[in-house]
T-cell receptor
Framework: GAGVSQSPSNKVTEKGKDVELRCDPI?????LYWYRQSLGQGLEFLIY????????KSGLPSDRFSAERTGGSVSTLTIQRTQQEDSAVYLC?????????????FGPGTRLTVL | DAKTTQPNSMESNEEEPVHLPCNHS???????IHWYRQLPSQGPEYVIH???SNVNNRMASLAIAEDRKSSTLILHRATLRDAAVYYC???????????FGAGTRLTVKP
């Protein structure tokens, strides 16, 4: 998606290891979202950052999941003690200003595989 | 969140129009109707959104029923590149997130 990069594109890890997924939007997007998509499923909302407000963490599936956003730009999603059910594509999205923040631009995602 | 109902899959022939339906009978007055699509191995991309009136943009048209309980995404001339999963989503102006369902998988046949 325009203006959002994610890294790594693919991550294979062993069960029990911690992983960090990165989202790097171009500057100026105040709202940032994390979603995950399991194989063949729709998107599942995880967390939302809006400016300096406290993030909406209501979608995080467990306390093994956490996210931060530094300087209002780059965001990192951390999964501790990964489990096989964490395997999914993790997508980051930001709001687009061109349509009055009504649309979201998605990054290409990080495909996480937990063995 | 108000829910939407879409067919699991649809087929279309190339260069023909496609009408993708979405039912949202519990829509509220402040819910916007958003459509996104997800091409294979890519993140979702915005297609169009509207509130009450029909909307047109370079990608598609959105026809909203008078009672707003249903809407239709119209691709005027399907191409092979339009093969994707299309998501119809309701989003209240005060919502932080977009709740994506399973969507409609559109297959375009040459």
């Amino acid at each position: 998606g325009a203006g959002v990069s994610q890294s790594p594109s693919n991550k294979v890890t062993e069960k029990g290891k911690d992983v960090e997924l990165r989202c790097d939007p171009i500057s100026g997007h105040t709202a940032l979202y994390w979603y995950r998509q399991s194989l063949g499923q729709g998107l599942e909302f995880l967390i939302y950052f809006q400016g300096n407000s406290a993030p909406d963490k209501s979608g995080l599936p467990s306390d093994r999941f956490s996210a931060e956003r530094t300087g209002g730009s780059v965001s990192t999603l951390t999964i501790q003690r990964t489990q096989q059910e964490d395997s999914a594509v993790y997508l980051c999205a930001v709001n687009g200003r061109a349509t009055g923040y009504n649309e979201q631009f998605f990054g290409p995602g990080t495909r996480l595989t937990v063995l | 969140d108000a829910k939407t109902t879409q067919p699991n899959s649809m087929e279309s022939n190339e260069e023909e129009p496609v009408h993708l339906p979405c039912n949202h009978s519990t829509i509220s007055g402040t819910d916007y109707i958003h459509w996104y699509r997800q091409l294979p191995s890519q993140g979702p991309e915005y297609v169009i959104h509207g509130l009450t009136s029909n909307v047109n943009n370079r990608m598609a048209s959105l026809a909203i029923a008078e009672d707003r309980k249903s809407s239709t995404l119209i691709l005027h001339r399907a191409t092979l590149r339009d093969a994707a999963v299309y998501y119809c989503i309701l989003r209240d102006v005060g919502d932080n997130d977009m709740r994506f369902g399973a969507g409609t998988r559109l297959t375009v046949k040459p």
